[in-house]
């Protein structure tokens, strides 16, 4: 299900915000309860058009809603210096995407705090707004959408705060836990068994409500129990190898690069020299000894061809070296956001101004393979 693709809808102070296919099942399902059943049973004898412009008018709301609920958290990681590098809209709400995890318990109570807590101050203002809206007269139409968002931000806020990893309210048990035994590791056990225990009892929540009272109602209790059981299992794990990564340095698990490639090499040269035939996508460049970036088999191919016998591999190698630079010391999970497929793909170790290794993807899937079969 979250292997489904994403599409970019734009960028909100500053940060990429995307929406995942699956967000698109809960904002039809959302709308077209609106539209068809919740809006009819509250104002009635309305035509179909105004249900449908009310229904696409709150469902749209509802999406601001979640997402700036899922600001309040980025902004807040933001402020504590974790770099945010998007923000995706699941079926099951949004996830921030953070380079790396809060720093301190502290940290992370505020963040996953934020969250919840502006779901709640919106409520409280769109509940303020219903109360003038009634007292100056305002159509029926336009106090049953203000209602439904004010109920709708009140439900956010509390589903949030549920207090199973990988939920807010998980997240905030967590910091909890974490500044309690000051163990972060533990915490996470903990805090994602509370959110596997809670993914349960939201499922047998909805099967008692087929046995014991015949209805439906309550089935997507099971779906989102369902969700959040199996997101609970795998955060855990995803916790306990990145804290088996941060024991590994770098230069444990380094190659040697194939080649360097001189900085004034053309990528005509490079085209007949490395890339033709070559294992191998992506070359440190040096000059002069000292590593100047990394020259990538797709970014050569964004020049125009007839310019390759002009062009140098230091043109085209990435010059923002702090992006894809690490020290021998530095630790397997602190590189892990650097390989992500869109990005530089590789780590650069270098030791003086002199390169010392390479790390690539495929070096830290093998190291999270024997990680996994030693456990
Ligand atoms: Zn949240």
Not at 243 to 260: K, N
Request: glycine content about 8%.
């Amino acid at each position: 299900m979250f292997n489904l693709p994403s599409f970019r809808i734009g960028r909100f102070f500053g940060i990429p915000v995307e929406i995942n296919t699956s967000w698109f099942i809960i904002f039809l399902l959302v709308a077209v309860t609106l539209t068809t059943s919740y809006f009819p049973a509250t104002v009635e004898g309305l035509s179909s058009a105004v249900y449908i412009l009310m229904g696409a008018l709150t469902t749209l709301a509802f999406f601001g809603s979640v997402l700036l609920h899922e600001f309040a958290h980025s902004l807040v990681a933001r402020a504590g210096g974790l770099t945010i590098t998007r923000v995706t809209l699941f079926v099951f709400g949004g996830v921030s995407q953070m380079e790396e995890e809060p720093r301190s318990p502290g940290h992370e109570f505020v963040m996953a705090s934020a969250g919840p807590g502006m779901s709640l101050v919106l409520a409280a203002l769109l509940y303020i707004v219903a109360a003038f809206l009634d007292a100056a007269g305002a159509h029926d139409a336009v106090l049953a959408c203000v209602d439904y968002l004010w109920i709708i931000n009140l439900s956010l806020a509390i589903f949030n705060l549920l207090p199973g990893f990988p939920l807010d309210g998980g997240r905030v048990l967590r910091a909890l836990l974490w500044g309690i035994t000051g163990d972060l590791l533990r915490a996470t056990r903990w805090a994602s068994r509370m959110g596997q225990a809670l993914g349960v009892a939201l499922i047998a929540t909805a099967v008692l409500g087929v046995l014991l009272w015949q209805t439906l109602d309550l089935i997507w209790l099971a779906v989102m129990g369902w969700f959040l059981s199996t997101l609970a299992a795998s955060a855990y794990q995803q916790q306990l190898v990145r804290a088996q990564l941060a024991r590994v340095p770098l230069e444990r698990i380094m190659s040697s690069p194939a080649a360097l490639v001189p900085a004034a090499t053309t990528l005509e040269e490079m085209a007949h020299s490395y890339f033709l035939g070559g294992r191998h996508s992506r070359y440190p460049v040096v000059e002069d000894d000292r590593v100047v970036g990394l020259v990538d088999l797709r970014k050569a191919n964004q020049v125009d061809r007839s310019l390759w016998p002009e062009t140098t591999a230091g043109d085209v190698a990435r010059h923002d070296l702090a992006d894809i630079v690490a020290l021998p010391t530095t630790s397997v999970d602190r590189i892990l956001p650097k390989l992500d497929p869109n990005g530089p793909g590789a780590v650069l170790v270098v030791e003086d101004g002199r390169l010392a290794g390479i790390v690539t993807r495929a070096d830290v899937i093998r190291l999270v393979r024997s990680i996994a079969e030693e456990s």
